[in-house]
């Protein structure tokens, strides 16, 4: 037994000894492609000097005698950094993520290369100005140039995750650069989205009243009352309850749902508004989640002066930043720029469809993906004359599209002369506000307001192609239309001086949270869908109740937390709950909507973390929502993952005839708006009960409102999820202007998975004093203490300097690296 017992011990030392000896050999093997921020390296093809001063937030200030060699250093330092998030990017982009991860990306390669924005990227290269073009050449050449040290000097593959998802890494060129420039307006661009649900709805509800109360426009003067879905489809079988496929779930889909296509914060005061005379510029544009954020802060000192502000990686420009003499901000436009058509198909020959002048045939090409560890797949794309067409397994477009059809589909991001890349080359190089409008009629898309401020004067305008409709579009662009109607097609696009501006107002301050900026008749209306109806009054409160701001007081406003909705929505819905009763005995269903009424009656609106009352209030709207639409639409109730206010204030109003949603269809009883409210309440009480206990006082909103900074590959492993993910308690809310839009839907709604993943506020007055951070960190690499650095600044509402000082950068830099020209 003895023996037997040091036998024992032996084998399990071998094993821990073992087992060690592969957490270093592993840990060698990921840390060796750390990169070294202080050397000095000689590289072939650069044609001046370069030095990359890091400084203590590892933020890279690029200087060379030459602006190709400024973008040189920022195509090295990206790749230094991000690596693995630029070759994602590429891959997501080009429709080739089933290479590296298999069948689990195959539905969004297959989408991506329908649109085929890789090759409108490769066509838009020739479109470029000779500046970008040599911006772009010199970014690739910087990339290539890292790559080039990776494979020589065997430095880990250039990221931990080559090791797990072992691919080779083609050479970046300007195309890449591009498609990401046109991947972002995938992520950001919701429109079809909105013409496919309002559709589904039409054929739902069959009422345009009710489609007004499910889907209402935003506040303002309205519009002529269009046909339901039905009426432009005479004569057609369309399925009025079919049940949608959800778009591809996979962390890496750049295809959002309506709600989470993009947001943003922006606004300025003019030097008349400004407590010390110069002009302010706050900025904080909202994607979804991830770790590394999509952010990247960086400098560079063009000839034309230095620029600083957040950059994509795999994108040569400061797309959020201010210089010397300039700041700019961008914001979601919420432009119309998609249209659905139906297509009609030849009978006789379903290789044709009908158009204007006749059946054509349609323009198809043969697409192959290869598929890890699988049998490749062959796919035959189809273009008409409107844009590419797609399957109705794709945006729920089956469940619209009648028998003997299919959807096409007419986008400006699909445009093979796409100028958006030198649109923010020539921003960097702007010095006056009027320069920035004018660079920015070489935009196209995705469609954003442009903020832009100079050392006087203040100004937004909408920047991106607004396609030219006609007056007689059968739909105005809000349902599909059918694509043979040569009044349903677009007819090119206005001009850039049609585009709002707002260019020195006389109240001195203006801004953007994705609000309806302009009501103006169709085809010039811009729009019937915004992005935001509630965050815009308080963002009007806190701008006008003083009489001059300062960089702080900026700070404070982007940092807000407290909710104009829940303000507004409170008392209409608990109109006839608060104080109202038989006291119940404690423990009693009854005696905790008491106690969750009296918190919320003493509540003040805001969506702090700590508090108890956000998720009480977060809950309740979210079930008064289910209960007031799911008996009217079914199936299609799930796809409503967000409660809207506007849509439960017409309600709660009555706002023609709205209350009749209270209704529960299926009950004899005629239920009333406060028997739906008294059962939401009840509901949302069940839920929190199950999950947190009855000790309502005693909960955290941000226990439930955690940000999720995910990494969108490891993030699920067990194990290594620990190490890779960042997590972190959270205030605000889906409405607050510090936004922190909730997932809506699976066991946590309540998660925080989309919103500023980039801050900046700039002080002309002190132009040094300005501020910036991101939401995680400088690195991709999940071993550098650059990784997460700066997330819990972010979490704080912290930043950190914006400055444009070199010796400031200097004085506690990280590192410097010297890139020299090589010898012949």
Known sequence: MADLFKWLMRIT???????????????????????????????????????????????????????TGVFFGLGYSHAQDRLWQMIVLRRTAQGRLSEVFGTRTLSVDKL?????????????????????????????????????????????????????????????????????????????????????????????????????????????????????????????????????TPMPQHPLSPFPA????????????????????????????????????????????????????????????????????????????????QDVYIEQLNPDNPEEYLTPDGFKPFE???????????????????????????????????????????????????????????????????????????????????????TVVDREKIAMKLMGAMPRRNADHESQGRLPSRGWIDNNRWQGRFPHSANPEFVAPVGGILGNTNNKTVDRPFPQHVSYVWGDTQRIHRWQRLMQTRHVHTRDSFIEAQLDTVSFTARSLLPLIGADLWFTGESAPEGSAQGLRQRALSLLADWNGEMNEHRPEP???????????????????????????????????????????????????????????????????????????????????????????QAVQDHPVLGD????????????????????LQRGLTRGTGPDPFQNVHGAGYRGVYDFADPDSSVFVISTGQSGHFLSRYYDDLAQLWRRGEYIPMSLDPQLARAAAVGITNLRPASP
Not at 304 to 310: A, F, Q, Y
Not at 316 to 331: D, M, N, Q
Not at 634 to 654: C, K, M, Q
């Open 13 to 67: 030392g071998v094993l821990l000894a073992l087992a060690v000896l592969a957490v270093i050999g592993l840990y060698f093997l990921l840390s060796r492609s750390l990169p070294e921020y202080d050397k000095s390296l000689d590289v072939a093809g650069l044609s001046a000097p370069v030095e990359i001063v890091r400084n203590n937030a590892n933020v890279p200030h690029i200087f060379s005698e030459k602006d």
């Open 112 to 244: 991506l290369r329908r649109f085929d924005i890789y090759g409108a990227a490769r066509a838009s290269v020739a479109a470029q100005d000779p500046a970008t073009t040599a911006a772009l050449e010199a970014y690739a050449a910087g990339v290539n140039a890292r790559v080039d040290e990776i494979n020589s000097s065997a430095l880990g593959r250039g990221a931990p995750e080559m090791f797990l998802f072992n691919a080779p890494i083609s050479p970046w060129s300007a195309t890449d650069s591009i498609a990401i420039i046109k991947l972002m307006a995938v992520q950001l661009s919701a429109q079809m989205s909105h013409e496919v649900r309002r559709a589904r709805t039409s054929l739902v509800l069959g009422d345009s009243a009710r489609l007004a109360d499910i889907l209402p426009d935003a506040p303002g003067t309205g519009i002529a009352a269009l046909p339901d879905y039905a009426q432009l489809m005479p004569g057609l079988e369309l399925p009025r309850y079919a049940i949608g």
């Open 258 to 337: 309506p709600e989470f296509a993009g947001a943003s914060n922006a606004w300025a005061a003019a030097p008349s508004r400004s407590a010390a005379g110069g002009t302010l510029l706050a900025n904080d544009p909202h994607l979804g989640f991830s770790a590394p954020a999509i952010w990247y802060l960086a400098r560079l000192e063009l000839v034309s002066g230095g620029v600083i502000g957040g950059t994509i990686p795999g994108v040569p420009a400061v797309l959020t930043g201010r210089s010397e003499r300039l700041g700019w901000g961008i914001t979601s436009a919420n432009l119309d720029d």
């Open 364 to 450: 198809t090409r043969r697409s192959i993906i290869n598929i890890s560890g699988e049998d490749p797949v062959t796919m035959t794309l189809r273009w008409t004359e409107n844009g590419p067409v797609l399957p109705g397994s794709h945006y729920n477009l089956g469940t619209v599209t009648p028998s003997g059809h299919v959807a096409s589909l007419a986008w400006t991001a699909l445009s093979a002369h796409d100028t958006t890349m030198s649109a923010a080359i020539a921003l960097m190089r702007a010095g006056t506000v009027e320069d920035a409008l004018e660079a920015g009629e070489l935009f196209v898309a995705p469609a954003q307001n442009l």
């Open 615 to 705: 998720l009480i209030y977060a809950a309740w709207l979210r079930a008064l929502q289910t209960r007031l639409a799911k008996d009217e639409l079914g199936p299609l109730n799930s796809e409503f993952t967000h409660a809207d206010p506007i849509f439960i204030e017409r309600v709660y109003r009555d706002v023609d005839g709205a209350a009749i949603w209270c209704d529960v269809v299926q009950s004899s009883p005629v239920e009333t708006c406060t028997d739906i409210a008294r059962l939401a309440l009840d509901d949302a009480l069940v839920w929190i009960t199950d999950r947190y206990g009855t000790a309502l006082e005693s909960l955290r909103w941000g226990d439930v409102h």
């Open 717 to 736: 492993v067990p194990w290594v999820r620990y190490f890779v993910n960042i997590r972190q308690s959270t205030s605000g809310g889906d409405h607050t």
